[in-house]
């Protein structure tokens, strides 16, 4: 019986989960140098959450089930709904600001597509409970940060800022009612996703002066702060969120991030939730989707049944860019090795074969990583083994060992071969070497 | 609008997500030392894939979804099955042995109890290919080399060792008919679960033969394979199968674990799919489920439309070892630091905050991690922030920097500061310090 793996999954072979895991230890070190903790929830949680947070539209986007006791439940398509009724639950134990992170596994039923799975992995950063742009500042800085570390410069990536306080502001000027806002914002996200005409016919739709539309359709092409004034008046409101603006950019600049950075009135973000600053981060030559968003969000935790708290956060999926990491030529088939080992050990006398295994568990016993082949073959045939297992050393078992009881060591990397006393080698294993994995030793 | 998690499922907040990835990094770090590498499928697969290796009955225990595709899928109770189709559908490309490793999150829709959560983490190691003992030694050692690693002694642990092929040979030598023994095997397999009468009243049920059961209940009881000869004549089969077992012994004595390895008859694993060596570890002195259970199995690709290929491998869940390790005191609540920050920047003038955020900045860029205090407080109270957040060393920025440029460095382990050259300081970042993470340079 041949089964298949589901359409939209991924199989992770040795050298698909060396990438997967490159991309996500970058994802926690750039998370640990800024000093985020890691935190993470179940697979699925109740169907309701995601309703509170997205609408019932979102139900047929999910993998839902109903377990036996009845419960409707969901493989989760997001982590935020968990982040937020985890912090509800120990509001009053968690010291604030809140700086967590989280690489959840997430599935969405949609229809597989470039960039686009039905399951995939999304690196998210979270500060709750401080309303100072520093906080913003730090969300997008540790955003660039993990993106620079890969190799990804100015020239490859853009972090395109705007608010939502701002346009809010802006279009309220404009004359445009509070309550039309939710309607437009998803209109005016999709601005850099379909062709020109087809974005101005849909906002003439909504709005039927002009001249407004007009105004609104520079606006969405600006691309510096200091022009907005001249397209519309600014009234205090805007004013305090160009002002909060100016500040993010000057911090972003002395964090010495700024040259990814641009301002772009066009990002606004889909989702009703957003409440101040929104930002993406984009390809800055093909036409990828975005490589992540976020922003600051006021009003989750309350949503779910928690106190009014302000949040600002950050999501990037591993699939858009692992494209972009490959398009760059950063990420190539063969760079990362699927298995490394302090030593091989290979065998000239296949009597010496049990002397073999017993020499590598003493090797692994004390803290380092060792193979050695279970089939007897030629030694020239194990020492390609040894180097395709990418071994620092091999040790060769032969008549060194048997008349003298000495060790062949040869070092792969420069092909040298010395002779070590067994039991000097050994007695220097017990010394922790240096590269000695001692994560086991932590508890 | 309150809502809780699902029950039987588990919220991650940093001191738990902190436990969870020491027991995963030693997982890792026990795999990686015996060679083997880390692979992982999708968290759902299609239903009939568990039908296949278990049965119609497993389908009640899983949590199961029909799509919008109208297509029968599981979230997945065990990876096994996962396995064997990344196999098959690689077979002729992938050299052999097959030395995989995996840390799958799994689902069981049970009853939650002590040790058994409907969510859980399982670590997974299978030589796939090789034939001889050594693999099955290669497993065991690994298994016992991790747990031994955290500190677990062999009074602590126990691996209890038998072998299937000996058990169907004694049982055919005591006449009991082939086809009986899928049926015998979990009743074999209560025996240490269930009261000794119980037992014994069961499998009277099954075997009419008062002598015979009287003969395999003693049977049950042998923790040494010298006296098998003395209860059941050996033929052929069983004393190939005796030797096999106890060459498997003699290398573990061999590799330096023997002391944690017992045979125990009374070891059979419920699963119809083991066909040689099978063994599992327990608490040596608790009554705790099986820490971890494994063996030898054969058919298994075969079964899912793959050519005939043996296979040995161990399955341990996160959820027993973790009371078995606390029981022990082994892990401990505290520790494990949520966080630990090479810098942490104090201001004792507030003037100097942008200062600080821009430090920062430079000290993560050089792949540091450095934080600083989002709100203005007393040097003291930072300094105490520092301390909670385990900073290595605290910059100070005050008059010394006004005046003449200068960085106070404290050393949060011994106490003592310096004044360093904020120059001085900034060149040295760009020499990649010692302990500073680059994972992201890897690539």
């Known amino acids: 019986m041949k089964i298949l793996a589901v359409k939209g999954t991924r199989d992770f072979y040795p050298p698909q989960m060396a990438v997967r895991n490159w991309i996500a230890d970058g994802w926690k070190a750039a998370s640990r140098r800024s000093g985020f903790e890691e935190f993470d929830g179940p697979i699925f949680e109740y169907l309701q959450m995601y309703q509170i947070k997205s609408g019932d539209e979102i139900v047929e986007q999910l993998f839902h089930l109903t377990d036996r006791g009845g419960r409707d439940l969901a493989i989760r398509p997001e982590i935020t709904p968990t982040l937020a009724r985890m912090v509800n639950q120990q509001i009053s134990a968690l010291p604030r600001p809140i700086k967590w992170f989280s690489i959840p596994r997430l599935c969405r039923a949609e229809r597989p597509q470039k960039g686009r799975l039905r399951e ?4 998210n950063i979270d500060i709750i409970g401080e309303e100072s742009i520093v906080a913003d500042a730090e969300v997008i800085f540790c955003t660039i940060d993990y993106l620079r570390s890969t190799g990804l410069t100015p020239k490859d990536v853009v972090a395109k800022i705007s608010s939502r306080k701002l346009l809010a502001a802006l279009l309220k000027n404009l004359g445009i009612a509070e309550d039309k806002l939710p309607v437009l914002y998803p209109i005016l996200d999709k601005k850099s996703k379909i062709p020109a005409e087809a974005f101005e016919e849909i906002l003439k739709k909504e709005i039927p002066d002009a001249a407004t539309v007009n105004t609104i359709l520079k606006l969405m092409d600006l691309h510096s702060t200091d022009k907005i004034a001249s397209l519309v008046n600014l009234n205090e409101d805007a004013k305090m969120a160009l002002a909060q603006l100016q500040e993010l950019f000057k ?17 606004v973000r889909g989702l009703a939730y957003y409440t101040g600053m929104v930002f993406e981060i984009h390809d800055a030559v093909g036409d990828l989707r975005a490589v992540c968003g976020g922003g600051r969000y ?4 309350k949503d779910f049944g928690g106190p009014a708290m302000t949040a600002v956060g950050m999501g990037m999926g591993d699939c858009v860019l692992e494209i972009l990491l490959r398009e760059r030529g950063i990420l190539k088939d063969d760079t990362l ?18 002397k073999a295994v017993e020499l590598a568990a003493q090797i692994r016993l004390a803290g380092l990583s060792c193979e050695f082949s279970y089939k007897s073959a030629a030694l020239g ?8 297992f990418n071994a620092r050393k091999t040790i060769i078992l032969g008549q060194e060992l048997t008349s003298a ?14 002779k070590v006393d ?20 932590k508890g």
């Open 422 to 441: 067994e039991s000097q080698f050994l007695a220097d294993l017990q010394k922790t070497p240096d590269g000695a994995d001692d994560t086991h030793k």
């Open 298 to 301: 006021d009003n989750l935790l």
């Open 381 to 388: 045939k194990q020492l390609k083994q040894a180097s395709a």
């Open 337 to 354: 090795p699927t298995k490394t080992l302090d030593y091989f050990i290979a065998v000239a006398d296949t009597t010496l074969a049990p």
């Open 405 to 418: 009881n000495q060790l062949v060591v040869k070092d792969m990397t420069v092909g040298t071969q010395t």
């Open 120 to 123: 995939f992995f999304q690196w």
């Open 251 to 267: 911090t972003l600049d002395a964090m010495g991030v700024g040259d990814y950075c641009r301002f772009d009135m066009s990002i």
